[in-house]
């Protein structure tokens, strides 16, 4: 039935004459003129309006409908009089000529005639007939197009005609009809259709109306009736028609009460029971959820369990679209989904985790969103994310790193610092593209929130480790890693688009917060960078010269080293080769290079340089450009974009500011003392790399300043810089000289060692009358050395070290005095480092052996190495001190090696007790030793034969000694082949560079390992083959040049020489030969390419080994074949401790352990101390110790707890072992140490007290000594005591076992559980060797 609303006021309407009236506006007709109708019935038209038929012209039937209209609009529901009147006119509207007029304006003067008669008549319509009344409502509705155009002259009529439907509700007539879901559709298309951004709000409210009240009050929504309005929110018709969108957007809400649930059946419909058909909507159900979501949740209250079971799906890509729409859900900003509906929100987190892979990127990709909208459901996905950071898809670890970043930089609360962590595990992924990604997000948030502080202190602090990690990335191999390192610190850590000053408070600043590692790779970054310089001026420099065969190889090696400095050396040799083809031609090109690696640029001028060359090498024709990008590359690499002279001054300024005390150091989160110390250090390392920007006045002055603090530190540095820069200080600034020199004198004569050092070399580097200023030093110091005071004499010895190493031949005689007089004389026999140090640097100053003054020194240190450090043997110097005086023995012969001179006199056996030090008790002499040895390796400047040492490393007890070393092998092979690539010359060097030659040496060396005493001892023979497989392995990575077969070679051709160093002596040449068999075996087992034919005869240095004999032939095996299965097949025996009395508790290696045997346990007096050191066979020894000692380990410090069952035994079994049995317990096979067991469990700790000897009770056995022939050992040790008798093998030096503890249960740092009757004895002292201070 129809509702007739009280009108007010109708709208203005033009009455066709220029005339307009409105429903208040009343006007009176004189009485209807009646007109026969066709079918008889007399039609009453209003007064002034003629009969309306088809004779008449389309405008007068206009004019006359406009009257008509003016009629019915005035007329109301209590008109019963005029009702009954224009009945037969009603109808007569309705007819055929009417409806389907083909005049608009006709129509549309019907339409509202007959809006206007619905409203008259209600609730009754004066048209019976259901088809009658379908034709005249779909002719209405095709009248309400013309809202569409609201510029037509006709508009009002047409929102008349709206305006009147809608608040009759006239269409509710309809739901008598049949068929009215036809009409109701057709409204809604229509309605849909023509709303456009110049309607006002009112036609929007008036089209509203009309549709809320069909869908609230009919019946139900069909499903294309609902399609019509979800047609619109589908993202194509969206964004074509926006008003349309916003209309349904509006109905929906108005009605969801009423068609949410005609919503959720369509959805289940098609989720569920997967009835696509029943909707051509049915492939945007996930879209049409998103936007009906976003209008009313309450739309979707079915829906959401739907999406559950979705979730769910077999099918990876219907996952993936929900996925991707529950995504857009959790993810928008007001939804509370996630909180409201638990289940859904956990089986969502659960697709994570999902098999499929674009599931997991999907997901990851939403946690964005997620954590900017919604931060409380960090917490939640912080775990998921974790998961998918170590994802086997590169893509969507890459995607973790892309969302925490973003959510980073909108806000950094929005990550937590363990999403931050993972984060920083992915800078050191294995694809590049994640770790680039990584590292470029880190350092996005480092200048975001650090640099530019934009949250304040509390974020610049959650994120200051960033700096230091990314610095840390420059340790990797990769160019890359380096390359994208150096981008980031002069874009994000120290921009260099920042004005000179503020660069360099940042530079300052940063350097001083910065940790030890990280000051390590910023200075390595600078020198690697420095060092690409000098190879881009040497090139230059070769372009200058005329062209020839021997200029075109160096060229080429040149280009070959700047490629290897590039991405891709590959490719990069190519572009390299076709730049110096360009820098060739272009003389213009040239000398802008020139210029911008010239000392004197400066970072304006680089800036310039660097486009300008970009400028001409670009082509405009190819947009992507690899050459010009690689050019980019170098030109980044070398160009001094942070430093110049402007920049040093600056930073001379900043430290003169923390000096003073008016700096803003505490606000930059440093002290005043570490800012200053940080920029000298700063200072000083540019002093390398910037010399020339050094050269002021004020900078100087500064320095001089620096000279005069009181912290040493502080002042060494500034000699250093002055050293490195002052070389134009005599002639260009004569006070900065005047000043400088009493300065320099004093810190030679009264400084501190390293300042007193550093005077020296300065004096030497920048004075003219350098001999006259070392004169005034040498002599008034060589006059006062005074033994009797000694902690004054280690500044005056190291400054007359220095100057005689400098200036050798004015020194050479009164050093000569010195040194015999007094060094000798007085220092020697007190065990002084210093005195050693002295007599190295005079010979290295002399650089001859005409007084064989060398030969007296290694004589010397070798003794001393014999004695371990102890040459009075009086027992009177701790063991720390011997320590040192052991590790600078065997660094003194190491440093004198260096010098062909004195290489050529050190004898096989001073080279073999230099080697021993590798394997020394204390855990700091073998580590010191190691990276010098590898320091003066890799610099080529140690002799081949000493990278041998390193295959005594496989004996080191601790598990980082030997991966250092094994890593020190790596680094020196490769930097050797790589040197015998890049220069032809070294081919004929081939002996002392090729890796391969140090077989030759290290079968020498392990011929004459102390402890190697028993050419057919197994255990003895399983030592050697692993210090050779230590060595082998990483030479056998690769067999370049058929180097197998080579080394093959050379242990055959040994087998035909003797040992040079006993060459009559059988057992020596059988312990050679031994060795040998087992490299042969080793290369065998481990190559099946060592059998092919050796591209060359190998050469064996005489030194070692003498010349083959003609007619001599060994074909002898020397290891049985049982033996040589053992080797290769048996479980390896595991290493001895190598009196590690001083290797500390926090050593992360793996410690020993107590393995007993029967005879031992069924006494209850020792157990053995051992530790495995197989690479090889590491893991399979590990599980097997583990179940017979029962092992607790754990991560970070690994302890093995024993605990041994008492034995019921005779008393005298238990007894205190006295300490002469203690000393005799210490076994001579490798790493068995007796020590007292204990009937509890008491666990292991560390002993930190250090005593003396005579503090520990009764007097120690006599200790093993370096160097001395092994004892002959004695015969038919069946009894115990006979075997516990048997002298100790010459070589490493065993820990000092106590009395409770002999054999010293680990390595000497730990303390064995005692007997019940022998709780009461005091702990013997075990010293912890410190060599840091």
């Not at 294995?430 to 997000?441: C, D, L």
């Not at 060589?782 to 005071?789: I, K, P």
């Not at 031994?1074 to 099946?1088: E, F, G, P």
């Not at 025996?1133 to 050593?1147: D, H, M, Y």
Request: proline share 5%; aromatic share 6%; glycine share 4%.
């Amino acid at each position: 039935m129809l509702h007739l609303p009280e009108l007010h006021e109708r709208p203005v309407e033009d009455c066709g004459e220029g005339k307009f009236i409105t429903s208040s506006t009343r006007m009176d007709f004189p009485a209807a003129q009646p007109k026969p109708a066709a079918d008889g019935k007399i039609i009453y038209y209003p007064p002034g309006v003629k009969e309306i038929t088809d004779k008449i012209t389309n405008d007068e039937v206009v004019k006359r409908l406009k009257m008509v209209v003016k009629t019915f609009m005035d007329m109301d529901q209590d008109s019963e009089d005029e009702k009954q009147q224009y009945l037969p006119l009603a109808l007569h509207l309705a007819s055929e000529f009417f409806l389907r007029n083909p005049n608009k304006d006709v129509r549309l003067l019907v339409a509202c005639c007959l809006a206007d008669i619905f409203r008259i008549y209600a609730p009754e319509a004066p048209y019976t007939s259901h088809d009658k009344l379908k034709d005249i409502f779909l002719f209405i509705t095709r009248q309400l197009k013309g809202l569409e155009d609201t510029k037509s002259p006709q508009f009002n009529r047409y929102f008349y005609l709206l305006e009147n439907l809608a608040w009759v509700k006239s269409y509710n007539i309809c739901f008598e009809l049949e068929d009215c879901n036809e009409i109701f559709i057709q409204l809604f298309r229509t309605l849909f259709s023509v709303i456009n951004n110049s309607h006002n709000q009112k036609v929007q409210m008036h089209m509203l109306d009309l549709m809320s009240s069909i869908i609230m009050e009919g019946d139900g929504v069909t499903q294309e009736l609902l399609d019509s309005i979800l047609i619109n929110l589908i993202p194509a018709h969206k964004n074509l028609n926006k008003q349309a969108f916003d209309l349904a957007k509006v109905l929906l809400k108005r009605t969801v009460q009423t068609i949410e649930p005609c919503i959720a059946n369509f959805f289940n419909q098609v989720l569920v029971l997967g009835k696509s058909s029943v909707s051509d909507l049915s492939e945007h159900v996930f879209d049409l959820i998103q936007e009906l979501f976003a209008i009313d949740p309450h739309l979707l209250l079915s829906v959401m369990p739907q999406l559950e079971f979705k979730l769910k799906s077999n099918d990876g890509e219907e996952r993936l679209a929900v996925v991707r729409l529950l995504a857009k859900l959790f993810g928008s900003k007001d939804s509370d989904l996630a909180t409201q509906n638990r289940p859904l929100w956990q089986c969502f987190l659960g697709r994570f985790n999902d098999i499929h892979v674009p599931v997991r990127l999907e997901s990851v990709k939403f946690a964005s969103h997620c954590l900017m909208n919604h931060p409380d459901l960090a917490k939640d996905l912080t775990e998921y994310l974790k998961v998918r950071s170590h994802d086997p898809e590169e893509a969507i670890r890459h995607d973790v790193i892309v969302t925490i970043i973003t959510a980073g930089k909108r806000d950094l609360s929005l990550v937590n610092d363990q999403l931050l962590g993972f984060v920083r595990e992915r800078t050191l992924d294995k694809r590049w593209r994640v770790r680039k990604e990584a590292m470029m997000g880190l350092a996005q948030l480092y200048k975001k929130y650090c640099l530019h502080a934009e949250a304040g202190k509390d974020a610049a602090e959650k994120v200051s480790w960033i700096k230091d990690k990314l610095l840390h990335i420059y340790y990797q191999n990769s160019i890359d890693d380096k390359l994208l390192v150096e981008k980031i610190f002069a874009q994000y850590l120290v921009p260099h688009n920042l004005e000179t000053e503020e660069r360099m408070k940042c530079l300052y600043y940063l350097y001083a917060s910065l940790d030890p590692n990280a000051v390590k790779a910023l200075n390595e970054m600078w020198k690697c960078q420095n060092m690409l310089r000098s190879h881009v001026r040497e090139l230059l420099d070769l372009h200058k010269q005329p062209t020839s065969e021997a200029n075109s190889a160096a060229m080429f090696g040149k280009l070959m080293t700047i490629a290897k400095n590039l991405p891709d050396p590959g490719k990069a040799q190519d572009f390299v080769k076709k730049f110096n083809q360009v820098l060739g031609d272009d003389e213009k090109l040239r000398s802008q290079l020139e210029l911008l690696i010239s000392p004197t640029c400066s970072c304006k001028q680089a800036d310039i340089c660097v486009r300008e060359i970009a400028r001409k090498l670009a082509n405009p024709k190819q947009p992507t450009n690899p050459f010009l990008e690689m050019v980019k590359f170098l030109l980044e690499r070398i160009a001094p974009v942070h430093i110049d002279s402007e920049a040093i001054s600056a930073l001379v300024k900043l430290m003169n500011k923390s000096i003073e005390g008016t700096a803003d150091d505490e606000e930059e989160g440093v002290s005043p003392d570490t800012a200053i110390r940080a920029g000298l250090e700063l200072l000083k390392v540019l002093s390398f790399t910037h010399p020339t920007s050094f050269h002021s006045a004020e900078t100087y002055e500064s320095l001089l300043q620096c000279l005069r603090m009181e912290d040493d530190k502080v002042a060494e540095a500034a000699i250093q810089i002055f050293r490195n820069t002052g070389h134009k200080i005599e002639t260009d600034l004569p006070q900065i000289r005047s000043t400088l020199i009493p300065i320099l004198h004093q810190k030679a004569k009264r400084g501190t060692p390293h300042q007193a050092k550093q005077a020296v070399h300065c004096i030497h580097a920048i004075f003219s009358n350098k001999e006259v200023q070392l004169a005034q030093i040498f002599e008034p110091l060589s006059r006062s050395l005074n033994a009797d005071v000694p902690e004054q004499l280690i500044t005056p010895l190291v400054s007359l070290g220095h100057i005689s190493m400098l200036a050798p031949d004015q020194f050479a005689s009164p050093m000569k005095s010195v040194v015999a007089n007094f060094i000798v004389k007085d220092l020697l026999m007190n065990d002084r480092v210093q005195a050693i140090k002295l007599l190295v640097r005079w010979l290295l100053g002399m650089k001859n052996n005409q007084s064989k003054s060398a030969n007296s020194t290694l004589r010397l240190l070798s003794a001393m190495l014999v004695s371990e450090g102890d040459l009075t043997e009086q027992k009177r110097i701790s063991k720390s001190d011997m320590s040192r005086l052991r590790l600078a023995a065997g660094s003194a012969i190491m440093k004198l090696a260096q010098e062909p001179c004195y290489h050529e006199i050190i004898t096989p056996e001073q080279f073999q007790l230099c080697a021993l030090v590798i394997n020394d008790e204390c855990y700091q002499v073998r580590q010191i030793f190691a990276q010098k040895l590898h320091k003066a390796l890799v610099k080529l400047l140690l002799p081949l034969e000493y990278m041998a040492i390193f295959a005594l490393c496989a004996k080191d007890p601790v598990k980082e000694r030997r991966a250092h070393a094994r890593q020190c092998l790596l680094k020196n092979i490769s930097i050797r082949r790589e040197y015998i690539k890049q220069n032809p010359m070294a081919n004929e060097k081939l002996l002392s560079l090729l890796p391969e030659y140090v077989v030759p040496y290290m079968i020498h060396l392990l011929a004459h390992d102390p402890d190697f005493t028993k050419p057919q001892d197994v255990d003895q023979l399983r030592d050697v083959k692993e210090c050779l497989w230590f060595m082998l392995e990483v030479l056998m990575t690769k067999n370049e040049n058929n180097s197998h077969a080579f080394m093959k070679k050379m242990a055959e051709n040994i087998k035909l020489t003797r040992d040079a160093q006993s060459p009559d002596e059988p057992k020596a040449n059988e312990k050679l030969y031994t060795v040998c068999d087992v490299a042969l075996c080793v290369i065998n087992s481990k190559s099946a390419l060592c059998n092919a034919d050796s591209p060359k005869d190998p050469v064996l240095p005489t030194k070692f080994f003498t010349q083959p004999e003609k007619d001599f032939c060994n074909d002898r095996n020397y290891i049985s074949e049982e033996t040589r299965v053992l080797l290769l097949t048996g479980k390896p025996k595991p290493t001895g401790v190598l009196g590690t009395v001083n290797k500390p508790l926090s050593a992360t290696g793996r410690r020993p352990y107590i393995r007993t045997t029967g005879s031992e346990t069924g006494s209850n007096i020792s157990v053995n101390s051992e530790l495995s050191s197989s690479a090889g066979n590491r893991s399979r020894e590990q599980s097997s110790d583990m179940s017979e000692t029962g092992v607790s380990e754990n991560d970070e410090n690994p302890v093995r707890i024993i605990s041994v069952t008492p034995a019921k035994t005779e008393p005298v079994k238990n007894k205190e072992i006295n300490s002469d049995q203690a000393t005799q317990g210490n076994s001579t096979e490798r790493g068995k140490k007796r020590t007292a067991t204990a009937s509890g469990t008491e666990n292991i700790h560390q002993k930190t007290e250090e005593k003396n000897v005579e503090e520990t009770g009764p007097s120690l056995a006599a200790k093993t000594r370096r160097g001395r022939p092994p004892k002959p050992e004695p015969q038919g040790t069946t009894a115990k005591n006979e075997e516990t008798n048997k002298p100790p093998v010459r070589g490493r030096k065993r820990a000092a076992v106590s009395q409770e503890n002999p054999g010293g249960l680990e390595a000497g740092n730990a303390k064995a559980p005692k007997q019940q009757d022998t709780a009461k004895k005091p702990a013997a002292a075990q010293r912890q060797i410190d060599l840091q201070r």
